[in-house]
T-cell receptor
Framework: DTGVSQDPRHKITKRGQNVTFRCDPI?????LYWYRQTLGQGPEFLTY????????KSRLLSDRFSAERPKGSFSTLEIQRTEQGDSAMYLC????????????FGQGTRLTVV | AQTVTQSQPEMSVQEAETVTLSCTYD???????LFWYKQPPSRQMILVIR??????QNATENRFSVNFQKAAKSFSLKISDSQLGDTAMYFC?????????????FGTGTRLTVIP
């Protein structure tokens, strides 16, 4: 297994465009998380899936953001009508069931909105 | 609400020396986990060390150890025999104990540079 994979690694888009990112978790992990990291800050939690169910969403996740995990495997994060404030690193992490299990992170997708 | 504070934006240490990174947190939870994550330049975040709040014994992982002071809500990371590969951003993180998600709340990070 190659760990958590995110695609693309970098994305430059014009303001107002829609973008979609993909995350492939470690295969046996049933939990998947999305975080956003802006420059000089730590990652901030966006949303969490257990299998295909989206169980928690942060208030940071405005209605322009939507995440899916249709078959309980890979996940997509879509941002509609992007704004310059959406420029950030979007990190995906996965873990197996259990409160103390380690979350493994992908390398992230860096979004730049121009 | 949970908050994690890292008051040292940047630190440096000579190779082979010891350095301590500070972290404080605030929570009303009684059961939780604390973590230190390392984020090397352009690479993914990896777990360095984890501490369960109900355990009084400080966690250690090879050259990495923590000083967990639950009453003071302090969780510092000590890196012994620093190596060039330790150069990275270090994030302190908190996770409330829940049977469901283990969402992480991160501090703003400390950029550590190991000087040859």
């Amino acid at each position: 297994d190659t760990g958590v994979s995110q695609d693309p690694r970098h994305k430059i888009t014009k303001r107002g465009q829609n973008v979609t990112f993909r995350c492939d978790p470690i295969s046996e992990h049933n939990r998947l998380y999305w975080y956003r990291q802006t420059l000089g800050q730590g990652p901030e939690f966006l949303t969490y899936f257990q299998n295909e169910a989206q169980l928690e969403k942060s208030r940071l996740l405005s209605d322009r953001f939507s995440a899916e995990r249709p078959k309980g495997s890979f996940s997509t994060l879509e941002i509609q009508r992007t704004e310059q404030g959406d420029s950030a690193m979007y990190l995906c992490a996965s873990s197996s069931t259990g409160s103390s299990t380690e979350a493994f992170f992908g390398q992230g997708t860096r979004l730049t909105v121009v | 609400a949970q908050t994690v504070t890292q008051s040292q934006p940047e630190m440096s240490v000579q190779e082979a020396e010891t350095v301590t990174l500070s972290c404080t947190y605030d929570t009303s939870e009684s059961n939780y986990y604390l973590f230190w994550y390392k984020q090397p330049p352009s690479r993914q975040m990896i777990l360095v060390i984890r501490q369960e709040a109900y355990k009084q014994q400080n966690a250690t992982e090879n050259r990495f150890s923590v000083n967990f002071q639950k009453a003071a809500k302090s969780f510092s990371l000590k890196i012994s025999d620093s190596q060039l590969g330790d150069t990275a951003m270090y994030f302190c993180a908190f996770s409330p104990y829940q049977t469901g998600a283990n969402n992480l709340f991160f501090g703003t990070g400390t950029r550590l540079t190991v000087i040859p």
